[in-house]
């Protein structure tokens, strides 16, 4: 078989952020919205998108080539890729405003993130992720519901790992709640616990109020770097340990120890695992370096910051969109 043209493998890749930005771009304006609602050629996309009719063309001529949408300016069609981009619930549309606007900027500053190690972020805003979360108006739930959008492996976990005699599940930085409550929903006789920062709240507790029936979760503020909630029989994790570096993650890990009661309590890791040339773990790895300076680790990372937080690696399962799940013990 013959090699790729070279410089064909670059052009694809420099324009890469091109074809990222310009579903970002059809996102903004509703497009997949739109078309789904039977506004199907180029002129009626654009009076309905308050937008102009070339550009639009142009842009749906491209986003039609690239398999976003069917059909061409006389008639556009959606397309299960378009289907996942409308403004309805369980859609990966607020993944892509996220992925094309904040990160976007983030990864502008790729070159100073590598040569520094400082989080492309806090280069191109002048502050951490965590900060700008914690202190612009409506950015925690705009993250969290971009998170939402990507974790369409959260209904992987219940199948693939057994929750059966956990009384309490402790969700640990739990953010919306999604996770909790497929898990609790699989699991009609456990009860939840939902552990994070102060202003991630108020989503996650209307979510598992609108999920689950009343007396089965509670929320409880808090900084897991102090300490967790006690007494759970299982905690979860679930892309937090990314976010930090391996001294914050043995704090963290060993604070999820201290708080198991009983020998049998388990933590649940979900998270993306350096294995081979898996390409999606590698562009998570230098995506968490441009957020917020964190990482994804291989296999053996991830006993070394168990080993030395009194747990030990007990089984690992595979997801969807090559998530892994870690089944983690005391030692």
């Not at 970002?24 to 308050?50: E, S, Y």
């Not at 409308?86 to 500053?109: I, K, N, T």
């Not at 009661?261 to 999606?280: H, N, T, W």
């Amino acid at each position: 078989m013959a090699s790729p043209d070279p410089a064909r493998t670059v052009v694809d890749i420099v324009t890469g952020t091109w074809r990222a930005q310009a579903l970002h771009a059809a996102v903004t304006l509703r497009l997949p919205d739109l078309v789904a609602a039977g506004h199907d050629t180029g002129p009626d996309l654009a009076a309905k998108a308050d937008a102009d009719t070339d550009a639009v063309v142009r842009l749906m001529r491209l986003l039609t080539a690239i398999g976003v949408f069917d059909g061409d300016e006389t008639g556009y069609r959606p397309t299960a890729v378009s289907e996942l981009l409308r403004d309805v619930p369980g859609s990966m549309r607020d993944m892509c405003l996220l992925y094309g606007a904040e990160f976007h900027q983030a990864w502008g500053a790729t070159a100073e993130a590598v040569r520094t190690g400082r989080s492309g972020f806090a280069h191109a805003f002048g502050r951490t992720l965590h900060g700008y979360l914690a202190d612009e108006p409506d950015a925690g739930p705009r993250f969290l519901r971009a998170m939402n959008a990507g974790s369409v492996f959260f209904t992987d976990v219940p199948e693939v790992h057994d929750f059966a005699g956990s009384r309490v599940i402790a969700d640990i930085a739990g953010g919306s709640g999604m996770l909790l409550s497929t898990v609790l929903k699989a699991n009609p006789d456990a009860v939840g616990v939902l552990f994070d920062r102060e202003h991630m709240l108020a989503t996650a507790r209307a979510h598992l109020a609108s999920t689950l029936e009343p007396g089965r979760f509670e929320v409880v503020a808090g900084d897991f770097f102090d300490a967790v909630p006690e007494g759970a029989d299982t905690y979860l994790l679930s892309r937090v340990l990314q976010d930090w570096d391996d001294d914050s993650c043995v704090t963290l890990l060993t604070n999820v120890r201290r708080a198991m009661r009983e020998d049998s309590a388990r933590l649940v890791i979900v998270d993306r695992i350096i294995e081979g040339d898996r390409v999606l773990p590698l562009l998570y790895d230098l995506h968490l370096l441009m957020m917020a300076g964190g990482r994804q680790r291989t296999l053996d990372g991830y006993r070394s910051l168990l080993a030395a937080s009194g747990l030990r690696l007990l089984a690992v399962h595979g997801l969807a969109l090559e998530n892994s799940l870690l089944v983690v013990g005391p030692e």
